[in-house]
Every structure is written in C-alpha cells, then in structure tokens.
C-alpha cells in the first residue's frame, strides 16, 4: 500500500486491517485522506492426503 499524497509505503500486513470494495483511509504519515480498493486474488495448492498414502509411504526417505 503506498500513499498517492506522500509517497510512504505501508508494510503489507498493515493493509489486512482494511475491508470492502472501497474505503477513505487517512495516512498515519502525512493525514491526507485517499481511497483504497481491495482487490484479493485466491490460490489454490493442493497435495495428497497422509491418510491416503500407502503403509509404507516415506519410509525409503528416512534411510
């Protein structure tokens, strides 16, 4: 998150506070206001299941 007015940059995790689509936010730097939008991109991983592995699955890799 960077401010338009003052150019500070937030760290990330500073930007988990904000919720919506837009909101006012006023910069803990310079106390101008400005307008954040959120935009969230989902990913995805997958692996398999220990559960549905075989009996004897990584046995090998602890030799």
Known sequence: ??????????DDYLGYEFEGDAEAVECR??????DLAIQTTRRYSTKRSLCDMPENYGEEDSE
């Not at 998150?1 to 937030?10: A, D, F, L, T």
């Not at 730097?29 to 400005?34: E, P, R, S, V």
């Open 1 to 10: 998150m960077i401010c338009p007015w003052c150019g500070c940059e937030y």
């Open 29 to 34: 730097y310079c106390g101008k206001h400005f």
